[in-house]
């Protein structure tokens, strides 16, 4: 029998016959010793020997024993196959012995080499010794350009082409190409290339002339001159031109129309609009009508609300005003004319508590009319 150096796997059988008689087949056998020596080394115990019984009533006697220890079945290093001695025994058995020949394997256990016209598949795992990284993409060798055509490659991972031509397949997909000496086969430009990311993103150095006139588009960047004319129409901009000798935007037209917006940079200007002085912005408030200008919450409703304020004679007594307030005291006490309760003649009809201070006790006598208490 053979087996892989290094499979703890595998097992072997043997038979057990009774100690005496040496025919009678034992069953039920248990607590098996075990005692290896591989390759004419020291006679070395199974730690833990596993020892099964087959079938008591099919194969009575019949035992198999686990070589599951890995020093008793792993041969070493220089070898390519050596042979393995085991001694069994059990108390009431026959001592049995067994040897078998372990084995380098040449192919990894379990596997078959596919041969296609004449052609072994196989996994790439070394290359003189040294293991092959995992690919990327399964089935596509990953490798390391160092040299081509004897020429090495710079660290940096650049790759210089000597003498070399690219067929006219071939395509670069990515990186940046500083420079391009005899460009041939450039392809043909597609049309609208050009996007508005693209203008926006473009700095207009004042030379040669713009002309935009593409829904849509716009121009973000500060001009590095002044605008003598501009159209601006409400589609975007359109028909800005400038000027080759004096660096003047020029058209003849300068339109305004609804929903444009001119956005200024500090310290710019456009040429041909007036400017505002504080006069004109303060006769334009002051002299607004204050009717038009009643919106709930506003500086013209809170005005109108306040011209009552300025006259209080106009306000109405005693109105809404609570407990204690003047408006309430007045309101309430001056409810008649004054000058029916001062006239000359009037009599005063109140009862009378005290006088100079001194309480009175009631209604008084013929012979005390103020009785004090």
Request: charged share 10%; hydrophobic share 40%; glycine share 10%.
């Amino acid at each position: 029998m053979r087996i892989p150096s290094g499979k703890l796997d595998q097992s072997i059988a043997f038979v057990a016959v009774d100690a005496v008689d040496l025919k009678t087949r034992e069953t039920g056998l248990s607590s098996f010793t075990v005692v290896y020596s591989r390759n004419g080394g020291a006679a070395t115990t199974y730690t833990t020997p596993t020892v099964t019984e087959l079938s008591a009533g099919s194969m009575p006697g019949v035992y198999a024993l686990l070589l599951d220890e890995s020093s008793s079945v792993t041969i070493a290093a220089g070898s390519d196959s050596e042979e393995l001695v085991l001694h069994i025994t059990q108390a009431s058995m026959a001592p049995v012995t067994r040897s078998i020949e372990l084995y380098r394997r040449d192919t990894t256990s379990g596997q078959t080499i596919t041969v296609a016209n004449g052609a072994a598949d196989a996994d790439i795992e070394r290359i003189q010794g040294t293991v092959v990284a995992t690919p990327a993409t399964a089935g596509i060798l990953d490798v390391n350009v160092k040299n081509i055509d004897n020429d090495a490659a710079s660290a940096s991972g650049t790759v210089t082409f000597p003498n070399a031509t690219l067929a006219s397949t071939t395509n670069i997909t990515a990186g940046t190409i500083t420079t391009t000496t005899n460009l041939t086969n450039l392809p043909s430009i597609p049309s609208n290339w050009i996007t508005a990311a693209g203008i926006n993103a473009a700095a207009l150095n004042g030379k040669g002339d713009w002309n935009i006139g593409k829904t849509g588009y716009s121009l973000t960047q500060a001009f590095p001159t002044n605008f003598s004319a501009l159209a601006i129409t409400a589609g975007g901009l359109a028909d800005i031109t400038q000027a080759a000798a004096d660096k003047v935007w020029g058209t003849a037209a300068r339109v305004l129309t609804a929903g444009t917006n001119i956005a200024l940079a500090k310290g710019t200007g456009v040429t041909g609009f007036t400017d505002l002085s504080a006069s004109q912005v303060e006769n334009a408030v002051w002299d607004a009508v204050l009717a038009s200008h009643l919106t709930g919450g506003s500086t013209g409703a809170a005005l109108n609300g306040a011209g009552s304020a300025g006259d209080p004679w106009n306000t109405a007594l005693p109105g809404a005003y609570s407990a204690g307030t003047a408006g309430k005291i007045v309101g309430d006490n001056l409810n008649a004319a004054i000058t029916s309760r001062m006239a000359a003649g009037a009599t005063a009809d109140a009862n009378v508590v005290s006088i100079l201070s001194q309480a009175l006790a009631g209604a008084g006598t013929g012979a005390d009319p103020w009785r004090p208490v």
